[in-house]
């Protein structure tokens, strides 16, 4: 005859019901991590201040323009010897 054993737990938890939902909860917060970031990722003070000094993949949130693709750059007021449209103090650019 067998006796009666109740398992281990702590709060009406086993160990076999901890291990089932501890793997369904890291996949949880593993696609809840990686959602943030990359819904996040195209805010310029995230991306900056904390995806940028990631040390494997900072180069990847790095958002400069080329050169050449820099209109602003090709015709500001400076460049072309104008007045700055803008006013002195608007804010939006700096002439």
């Known amino acids: 005859m ?3 054993s109740v398992p281990l737990h702590f709060k009406g938890l086993t160990i076999p019901t901890v291990m089932k939902y ?3 909860a890291t996949g949880f917060g593993v696609s809840l ?13 995230v991306r900056e201040d904390i995806l940028m000094k990631v040390p ?8 400069s323009i080329p050169e050449q693709d ?11 010897g104008e007045a700055c ?7 939006m650019a700096s002439c």
């Open 85 to 91: 449209p803008f006013g002195s103090g608007s804010g």
């Open 22 to 24: 501890s793997g369904l």
């Open 56 to 63: 494997v993949i900072g180069n990847y949130w790095e958002r």
């Open 33 to 45: 991590g990686l959602f943030a970031v990359f819904f996040f990722g195209e805010v310029p003070r």
């Open 2 to 4: 067998s006796r009666y």
């Open 70 to 80: 820099n209109l602003w750059g090709v015709f500001s007021p400076q460049v072309l």
